[in-house]
């Protein structure tokens, strides 16, 4: 089976999980800026970490003949120190013609704070100016309808920003449907015990259609699975689901949305 991750925290993995995605099919990784585990204090530590995705990481991937590429932010969850976040954007240009960055992201809310929505506002306005893709990052639990609602009127409130242009993370049963009504991509993040397992993803397949829809893994610091996607498309075949239709929304649709950006390629 071939695929995409195109969510997936790969700092936090060892190099065996690349050997084991690409023995899996895995035709390229895409990880957004994200987290370090603790909260970065300085502009700096940003720069650094931002070397790490587009120097260091690729030419991990290359090890096993998996293109790497990556989107800059600062995350939600260092978003409430607001100066500190104007630093770390005023950053990101110098590196956004790197060839495999394709746009900012993850951005988005954490836990909904008016700090986190002037520092997404700054985000999307960066995007804007440099016409870059938006990869956003929805909140947990009981915070995700409401934090959705509130990141997309953001996004809708900018004249400048294209809902084809912008994946909004993370989707839920709840929250699916609105963002896919509103003309923006919508990704189903697949974790063992939070956000989304495979069978309620191929729910909202079912329930939703597959236009517009991508699955990712984030594998992360947390409980995470590498390997969700592939497996979450073993579950669809299990379940009755054609081989072309499991190639659409584990592959094509990935590569469409990204494609949008002229540096992403696949060999």
């Not at 495999?100 to 008016?114: A, D, H, T």
């Amino acid at each position: 089976m071939r695929y995409i991750e195109p969510h997936g925290h790969m700092v936090s993995r060892v190099t065996d999980d690349y050997q084991d995605m690409a023995m899996a099919g895995c035709a390229c990784i895409c990880e957004p800026a994200f987290w370090a585990g603790f909260d970065r204090r300085s502009p700096e530590g940003f720069y650094d970490y931002f070397c790490q995705l587009t120097e260091h990481e690729p030419k991990r991937a290359a090890k096993f003949g998996v293109p790497h590429y990556c989107w800059l932010c600062i995350n939600p969850k260092e978003s409430e120190d607001v100066r500190l976040a104007r630093d770390v954007v005023a950053l990101i240009p110098q590196f956004i013609d790197r060839p495999n960055v394709l746009g900012i992201g993850e951005i988005g809310l954490n836990k909904n704070s008016r700090n986190e929505l002037q520092v997404l506002e700054m985000h999307v306005d960066l995007a804007a100016r440099l016409d870059q893709l938006i990869l956003v990052h929805t909140p947990h639990l009981e915070d995700k309808l409401k934090g959705t609602r509130l990141i997309l009127d953001v996004l809708k409130n900018d004249s400048r920003i294209k809902p084809e242009r912008c994946i909004i993370d993370h989707v839920e049963e709840h929250t699916i449907e609105l963002v896919l009504n509103s003309g923006f991509w919508a990704g189903m993040t697949l974790y063992p015990e939070s956000k989304c397992t495979p069978a309620r993803a191929i729910d909202m397949l079912d329930n939703f259609g597959t236009e517009r829809i991508w699955m990712n893994s984030a594998c992360d610091w947390g409980v995470s699975v590498p390997l969700a996607v592939p497996r979450t498309g073993l579950e669809m075949r299990r379940r009755g689901w054609l081989a072309e239709t499991i190639d659409k929304v584990v592959f094509q649709n990935p590569a469409r949305f990204m494609g949008q950006c002229p540096k992403f390629k696949i060999p």
